[in-house]
């Protein structure tokens, strides 16, 4: 089994160490990631310059560009082999919600889906600081195993949240949709040190939509939370009501 790790925090980050260690046990891994943090990026490529790869001591590949940029390099031309599955993270950091549409970590498992791969975005929820990467390294493990015993028909995006606790307070898995944010907070405005005011962008909100079912919910009850995704983005109910608009 072949698998590609991916991530937004840079090649650097704990959570991807952590991720790889759990990976190469049971599978021929390669580390393709971003030589910064990338947070927030969502799915951008980088098309106004030439990209450059370079390999760390630790034998993880590293580019300057974004979490998009990362997977189609590794897919399209760096790779001599296509991989079986890619996972992306772990990120310090839920994304959960309206999360997902910022977050790099997932945007870099999306490049995969959309290029034909299973993928799969790893975040633990951690506040402050992640403690408990080997439990969600572990998580990918078992989901790595399933997709080898088991393969999913047609292409598979999941976006996975763990609880950020020891494995063994784990309280199972389970499926999930999307829970939805309040709005975001207020930005932050500051003088930096040559007197010119600046914004740092505000907090996420608090959730809103948390109830049973969603990723939110999950996560609060010390549940893995696995969220299958799909890239459609047609608001199919108003179709009939845009049509009657023009008409």
């Known amino acids: 089994m072949r698998i590609l790790l991916s991530n937004d925090d840079g090649y650097f980050a704990p959570g991807l160490a952590a991720l790889a260690a759990a990976l190469a046990s049971i599978a021929e891994v390669t580390v393709v990631a971003p030589e910064r943090d990338r947070s927030g990026a969502s799915n951008s490529l980088t098309l106004d310059r030439p ?20 997977v189609h390099l590794a897919v399209t031309g760096l790779l001599d082999h296509l991989p079986d599955v890619i996972v992306s993270g772990i990120n310090d950091g839920a994304n959960m919600g309206d999360d997902t549409i910022y977050s790099g970590t997932v945007a870099a498992a999306t490049e995969g889906f959309l290029l034909g791969i299973p993928s799969v975005a790893m975040s633990l929820v951690a506040h402050g600081g992640g403690r408990h990467f080997e439990t969600a390294a572990g998580v990918a493990r078992t989901l790595a195993e399933r997709f080898r015993a088991h393969p999913l028909a047609g292409s598979v995006l999941l976006n996975v949240n763990v609880p950020d606790v ?7 898995m389970v499926v999930t949709r999307l829970g939805k944010r309040h709005k975001a907070e207020p930005v932050v405005k500051a003088t930096n040190p040559r007197g010119e005011t600046v914004y740092w962008v505000g907090a996420a909100g608090a959730a809103q939509d948390a109830g049973e079912g969603t990723d939110f919910h999950a996560v609060q009850a010390g549940r893995v939370s696995i969220t299958p995704l799909q890239m459609d983005l047609t608001r199919l109910s108003q179709l009939d009501a845009i049509r009657g608009w023009l008409a």
């Open 51 to 70: 990209l450059s790869v370079r390999r760390a001591a630790n034998g993880f590949f590293y580019v300057n560009g974004t979490p998009t940029d990362c």
């Open 166 to 172: 020891p494995e063994a307070q784990l309280q199972g």
